[in-house]
């Protein structure tokens, strides 16, 4: 851990005796897409202002390289950043933003323009220098915003939130050209967002936080698929909890709604007869029929959502409701509401979760 | 409805004759100057007047001083209260506001107290540390209007998130100010400027008491002494203090336009 490019020791912010960052330890490699990813009011964003020096950690310590960055003013640490109100100077065109970090550092102006030209290039809007802020729209002003962090060429990229003025589609191929930009530079890249999905889509590793801790760590399949806590199996993605109650603690079996289901874990020391909360992904079931799990169960349909290529069915079994999806087949029209259905799942989906 | 609006335009034309009939009679009186013709001799007439000139050019260069100095107390000042003193804007409000309150005269007279001959910084001595003294006076009956006409231009920008992005871009504070900050504000600080110029050229109390030769004690002069230059001399401030009014009005169109969010 000694050689990681941005080490971040026991960070601690609090504002007026209210701790909003309480005690964070990270460590990103060189050239990582790392996201933190996390409710409104998490702290993503003040993690973020610390490590580009707009805010003083009440304590702990950030590292670049191996060296303390603390006494470095922001404009002394060599970091981009890209803010979410595209915060493009006004009174500049774009050539002049993109060239301002070039003009601050004094390089030279031929060298400036051509490098310039090539940013312009990188983010596909060649041949726009000469356009103000207020004549582009707003993912052309994103990108302007990029290329201006980008081009002297910092040693790190921060972006907070950068894609959620945007409408949804914009979002979606933005986000997937400013990840493959981070790889051809190969920049190591702090992404804040609140949104699962654009984590889960763009992400080398997920940084998972709630209430100024940090939940998990990991690449965004492990996030998803090992969940380390209830709060992070719920906020990344959807999520089936079903309440059952132990049968054998030893046999790891679990009582649900009538029907015996055997389980990867439990909680040590579930005492049988005592509640415990299965939790699985929807699409970990299936209707049974073709591919069978280990476990099937048999309920009626609650619910049907038609979403386009899935479909989303609760099934009510007994007290508990799960939720699946399946995919859209067009010669079979989805099952009828209250229809007695089978499903089935494989036991090694399950998880118990901590609290 | 029409009768509503019968008596609205009634009552703006009683307005607008209660301030422009005094001009106008002005107006008229001051063309009369040869008997049964109306020309403009009057205004020839001051024009050449050397002291017209002179004076003229004494408040001019006052003015481009008190704006000078003016904007360079108060756009930092007001910059960085709205970037990280918040809490202080309510004093800041306050201290601009008081120019408006102490009547000038106490204002003179407290410099002349201050810095009289006998003081530790003896500026009336001399006249160049009188200059200083009433261009320092003119800065402080400024105040109120270059600081309003600032402080509204900050509100049209961002000033927070344009500051952090200049700054992490590597620009130092003075230059995120004057590379950023003040072009994008360029409208509000000049129709500030137009605003000190305004009041400067005009000025009496403070002139005349610090006894220097200003515009506003040539007029006063003029008034006591002539008969139809002192209306001509009337109408040519008050065309100036118009012209620049009118200046601002025009300015606001070439203001920096906020980028769209979308
Ligand atoms: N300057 C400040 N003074 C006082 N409290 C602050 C300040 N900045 C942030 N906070 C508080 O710290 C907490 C975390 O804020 P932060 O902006 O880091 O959240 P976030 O995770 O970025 O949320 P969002 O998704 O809404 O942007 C919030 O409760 C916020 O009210
Ligand atoms: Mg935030």
Same mark, same amino acid.
């Given at each position: 851990?000694?050689?990681?490019?941005?080490?971040?020791?026991?960070?601690?912010?609090?504002?007026?005796?209210?701790?909003?960052?309480?005690?964070?330890?990270?460590?990103?490699?060189?050239?990582?897409?790392?996201?933190?990813?996390?409710?409104?009011?998490?702290?993503?964003?003040?993690?973020?202002?610390?490590?580009?020096?707009?805010?003083?950690?009440?304590?702990?310590?950030?590292?670049?390289?191996?060296?303390?960055?603390?006494?470095?003013?922001?404009?002394?640490?060599?970091?981009?950043?890209?803010?979410?109100?595209?915060?493009?100077?006004?009174?500049?065109?774009?050539?002049?933003?993109?060239?301002?970090?070039?003009?601050?550092?004094?390089?030279?102006?031929?060298?400036?323009?051509?490098?310039?030209?090539?940013?312009?290039?990188?983010?596909?809007?060649?041949?726009?220098?000469?356009?103000?802020?207020?004549?582009?729209?707003?993912?052309?002003?994103?990108?302007?915003?990029?290329?201006?962090?980008?081009?002297?060429?910092?040693?790190?990229?921060?972006?907070?939130?950068?894609?959620?003025?945007?409408?949804?589609?914009?979002?979606?191929?933005?986000?997937?050209?400013?990840?493959?930009?981070?790889?051809?530079?190969?920049?190591?890249?702090?992404?804040?967002?609140?949104?699962?999905?654009?984590?889960?889509?763009?992400?080398?590793?997920?940084?998972?936080?709630?209430?100024?801790?940090?939940?998990?760590?990991?690449?965004?399949?492990?996030?998803?698929?090992?969940?380390?806590?209830?709060?992070?199996?719920?906020?990344?993605?959807?999520?089936?909890?079903?309440?059952?109650?132990?049968?054998?603690?030893?046999?790891?079996?679990?009582?649900?709604?009538?029907?015996?289901?055997?389980?990867?874990?439990?909680?040590?020391?579930?005492?049988?007869?005592?509640?415990?909360?299965?939790?699985?992904?929807?699409?970990?079931?299936?209707?049974?029929?073709?591919?069978?799990?280990?476990?099937?169960?048999?309920?009626?349909?609650?619910?049907?959502?038609?979403?386009?290529?899935?479909?989303?069915?609760?099934?009510?079994?007994?007290?508990?409701?799960?939720?699946?999806?399946?995919?859209?087949?067009?010669?079979?029209?989805?099952?009828?509401?209250?229809?007695?259905?089978?499903?089935?799942?494989?036991?090694?989906?399950?998880?118990?979760?901590?609290? | 409805?029409?009768?509503?609006?019968?008596?609205?335009?009634?009552?703006?034309?009683?307005?607008?004759?209660?301030?422009?009939?005094?001009?106008?009679?002005?107006?008229?009186?001051?063309?009369?100057?040869?008997?049964?013709?109306?020309? #403009?001799?009057?205004?020839?007439?001051?024009?050449?007047?050397?002291?017209?000139?002179?004076? #003229?050019?004494?408040?001019?260069?006052?003015?481009?001083?008190?704006?000078?100095?003016?904007?360079?107390?108060?756009?930092?000042?007001?910059?960085?209260?709205?970037?990280?003193?918040?809490?202080?804007?309510?004093?800041?409000?306050?201290?601009?506001?008081?120019?408006?309150?102490?009547?000038?005269?106490?204002?003179?007279?407290?410099?002349?107290?201050? #810095?009289?001959?006998?003081?530790?910084?003896?500026?009336?001595?001399?006249?160049?540390?009188?200059?200083?003294?009433?261009?320092?006076?003119?800065?402080?009956l400024a105040l109120p209007y270059m600081y309003r006409a600032i402080d509204t231009g900050l509100r049209t920008i961002d000033v927070g998130t344009l500051t952090e992005a200049a700054t992490i871009l590597g620009a130092n504070p003075i230059r995120t100010m004057v590379s950023v900050?003040?072009?994008?504000?360029?409208?509000?600080?000049?129709?500030?400027?137009?605003?000190?110029?305004?009041?400067?050229?005009?000025? #009496?109390?403070?002139?005349?008491?610090?006894?220097?030769?200003?515009?506003?004690?040539?007029?006063?002069?003029?008034?006591?002494?002539?008969?139809?230059?002192?209306?001509?001399?009337?109408?040519?401030?008050?065309?100036?203090?118009?012209?620049?009014?009118?200046?601002?009005?025009?300015?606001?169109?070439?203001?920096?336009k906020t980028a769209r969010k979308d």
């Amino acid at each position: 851990m000694a050689d990681a490019f941005l080490r971040i020791d026991n960070l601690v912010k609090s504002f007026a005796g209210n701790t909003v960052v309480k005690g964070v330890n990270l460590a990103f490699e060189k050239g990582e897409f790392v996201s933190l990813l996390g409710p409104s009011g998490c702290g993503k964003t003040t993690i973020l202002r610390m490590i580009a020096g707009f805010e003083r950690p009440t304590s702990g310590q950030i590292l670049v390289e191996g060296q303390d960055i603390s006494p470095l003013p922001p404009n002394r640490r060599k970091i981009g950043m890209v803010f979410q109100a595209y915060a493009l100077f006004p009174n500049m065109n774009v050539e002049d933003n993109v060239g301002f970090g070039l003009k601050i550092a004094g390089v030279a102006r031929d060298e400036r323009r051509a490098r310039v030209e090539e940013m312009l290039k990188l983010i596909g809007l060649p041949g726009y220098g000469k356009r103000f802020p207020f004549e582009m729209s707003g993912g052309q002003q994103q990108r302007v915003a990029l290329a201006r962090a980008l081009a002297p060429k910092p040693r790190m990229l921060l972006l907070d939130e950068p894609l959620s003025a945007l409408d949804a589609k914009i979002r979606v191929s933005l986000r997937e050209e400013i990840r493959a930009i981070q790889r051809e530079l190969g920049i190591t890249t702090v992404f804040v967002t609140h949104d699962q999905e654009e984590a889960l889509s763009i992400s080398d590793r997920i940084v998972v936080l709630s209430a100024g801790n940090v939940e998990q760590v990991g690449a965004p399949f492990e996030i998803y698929n090992k969940p380390a806590t209830r709060f992070v199996a719920t906020f990344v993605g959807q999520i089936n909890t079903l309440t059952g109650r132990v049968v054998d603690g030893a046999a790891r079996t679990v009582d649900l709604d009538g029907q015996v289901v055997h389980v990867p874990a439990l909680p040590t020391g579930a005492a049988a007869g005592s509640e415990v909360a299965l939790t699985l992904r929807p699409e970990a079931v299936r209707v049974a029929g073709a591919a069978e799990g280990d476990v099937t169960l048999d309920g009626t349909v609650a619910e049907v959502a038609f979403l386009g290529s899935v479909i989303r069915l609760k099934v009510r079994l007994g007290k508990n409701n799960i939720d699946l999806d399946t995919f859209n087949d067009p010669s079979t029209p989805p099952p009828a509401l209250g229809n007695t259905i089978r499903v089935s799942l494989n036991s090694s989906d399950v998880f118990v979760l901590a609290d | 409805m029409i009768a509503r609006r019968f008596w609205a335009w009634v009552v703006f034309a009683l307005g607008a004759a209660y301030f422009l009939l005094p001009l106008l009679a002005t107006f008229i009186f001051s063309l009369q100057m040869r008997r049964g013709r109306l020309t #403009f001799d009057a205004y020839l007439s001051v024009f050449a007047d050397a002291r017209f000139q002179a004076t #003229f050019g004494y408040s001019l260069t006052c003015a481009v001083f008190a704006i000078i100095v003016g904007v360079a107390i108060v756009l930092p000042a007001a910059y960085f209260v709205r970037l990280r003193l918040q809490w202080l804007r309510p004093l800041m409000e306050f201290i601009t506001l008081l120019p408006l309150i102490v009547p000038p005269i106490i204002l003179v007279f407290g410099h002349i107290r201050m #810095f009289n001959s006998s003081s530790i910084l003896p500026l009336t001595n001399s006249a160049f540390g009188t200059d200083v003294l009433i261009v320092c006076g003119y800065v402080t009956l400024a105040l109120p209007y270059m600081y309003r006409a600032i402080d509204t231009g900050l509100r049209t920008i961002d000033v927070g998130t344009l500051t952090e992005a200049a700054t992490i871009l590597g620009a130092n504070p003075i230059r995120t100010m004057v590379s950023v900050i003040f072009p994008n504000i360029f409208v509000a600080v000049l129709s500030g400027a137009f605003l000190t110029f305004a009041i400067v050229i005009g000025e #009496f109390v403070l002139a005349s008491l610090l006894n220097r030769p200003a515009f506003g004690v040539y007029m006063q002069n003029v008034g006591a002494n002539r008969a139809y230059e002192p209306s001509a001399l009337a109408i040519v401030s008050f065309a100036l203090t118009w012209g620049a009014m009118g200046v601002i009005q025009l300015l606001d169109r070439f203001a920096p336009k906020t980028a769209r969010k979308d």
